[in-house]
Structures are given as structure tokens and as C-alpha cells.
């Protein structure tokens, strides 16, 4: 069964400051996503992961993917009071017959502050 | 074209009653997908539609839910009785058939059982 864990779950910057959310997942995956959730609001797609050393940037954000270490990265670069929000990442499985049942971690809470 | 829509987007009800979830997918959307998210914990498959048909109902928790799709458009989420560990944001998604790489998501509905 494909677990996926986060860390940390929670997270406090300091604006300006850089830092790195890990997602660690226990089997073959097909693709790793990242995405952003504010309060009340739908998941956002930020990021699709497919191939070992992909990277992926936009903004601020960027999100890497080592599949032989079963391991993605999403790097803050200097943030900003407007990257405070719940991050999850998710795995969908290699095939098989669970088709499009995402598996997320437990979500990192970030909170950008002055 | 709309997105993702979950109504209610908040329900908070008595253990014991009944409670139905409802979401409409973005129009021509076959694959539809339930996730809840409970207590802060990780978001959790619970179950996938293809048109009216349940592909994988394997995240369902026990009989007390139950989910339709009934014509391959809307679907609802009933549960009843309701108990106190069913608290949580319920999320749909939805994708065109075929494709289970993008599933675009609702903004969830929040259900308090007090």
C-alpha cells in the first residue's frame, strides 16, 4: 500500500528566509504532485512530477522528484507573506487497479510572518 | 467554464441525523472522485466514479456512507447516521474520461457532527 509523509507539518518563516518541505512516499509511484490549499478554498495544482530528477520551478517554488530515493522537495526561495497556506503532496499509484486514487501526505501548514 | 462545485460548503448536524453532500463536476467530466480530509490528517481516497459506475469504492469507511451518481452527472455523498468521527471537509474531484493524471478539485465541504 503507497504511503505518502510529510515534513514538517508545520512550518513557521520569517519572510525573506529560504527553506524545504520533504515528501517521502513507500512505493513506485506513476506521478507526484504538489499542491496549495488556502482556507476554504479548493487544492490547487502546483506542480506534476513524472520522471527521476525532474525539476520544476514557478516563482518562489520549486519542487524536485529523486524516484530512486522515493523522495520530492518543494524549495522556498524567499518568501513571502503570500506563500502562507496548507502544501500537499500526492502520489498516484503505478497502475494496477487503483486508477486515479491519489494518496496525500498530511499537509504542511506554512505561515510566512514578518 | 465552471470548476468544481460541493454544496453545502459548511453542515454541521447532530450524531445520529442524516447529511447529503452533494458535487457537481466540471461538465463533460466522466471520472468523478471523493477525498475527505479528517481531523488535520491526511486527505483520504473514498471513492471513484466513472459515469455512473463505482470504479473503486475501496476508501469507503463502512456502510454508513453511501454515494451516487445517478445519470453520470452530479453526485451526492450520503451519510447516515452520522457520528462524531465523521468530521471533516469532504472533497470532490472530477477529470475527463481517460485521463486520471489532472483531477481538477472543489472546495471541499466542511461537516461538523456535534
Known amino acids: 500500500e503507497l504511503k505518502v509523509e510529510q515534513n514538517p507539518l508545520f512550518l513557521s518563516m520569517q519572510e525573506g528566509k529560504n527553506y524545504t518541505i520533504y515528501c517521502n512516499y513507500s512505493?513506485?509511484?506513476?506521478?507526484l504532485y504538489w499542491y496549495r490549499q488556502d482556507p476554504g478554498k479548493s487544492l490547487e495544482s502546483l506542480f506534476v512530477l513524472l520522471s527521476n530528477g525532474a525539476v520544476k520551478q514557478e516563482g518562489r517554488l520549486m519542487a524536485s522528484l529523486d524516484t530512486k530515493a522515493r523522495l520530492s522537495t518543494l524549495h522556498i526561495t524567499a518568501a513571502v507573506h503570500d506563500l502562507s497556506a496548507t502544501y500537499f503532496c500526492a502520489c498516484l499509484p503505478a497502475g494496477g487497479t487503483s486508477y486515479g486514487k491519489l494518496t496525500f501526505g498530511q499537509g504542511t501548514i506554512l505561515t510566512v510572518h514578518p | 467554464e465552471a470548476g468544481v462545485t460541493q454544496f453545502p460548503s459548511h453542515s454541521v448536524i447532530e450524531k445520529g441525523q442524516t447529511v447529503t453532500l452533494r458535487c457537481d463536476p466540471i461538465s463533460g467530466h466522466d471520472n468523478l472522485y471523493w477525498y475527505r480530509r479528517v481531523m488535520g490528517k491526511e486527505i483520504k481516497f473514498l471513492l471513484h466514479f466513472v459515469k455512473e459506475s463505482k470504479q473503486d469504492e475501496s476508501g469507503m469507511p463502512n456502510n454508513r456512507f453511501l454515494a451516487e451518481r445517478t445519470g453520470g452527472t452530479y453526485s451526492t455523498l450520503k451519510v447516515q447516521p452520522a457520528e462524531l468521527e465523521d468530521s471533516g471537509v469532504y472533497f470532490c474531484?472530477?477529470?475527463?474520461?481517460?485521463?486520471?493524471?489532472?483531477?481538477?478539485f472543489g472546495p471541499g465541504t466542511r461537516l461538523t457532527v456535534t
Open positions: 474531484a472530477s477529470s475527463p474520461l481517460g485521463q486520471r493524471y489532472e483531477q481538477y
Open positions: 512505493t513506485t509511484s506513476d506521478r
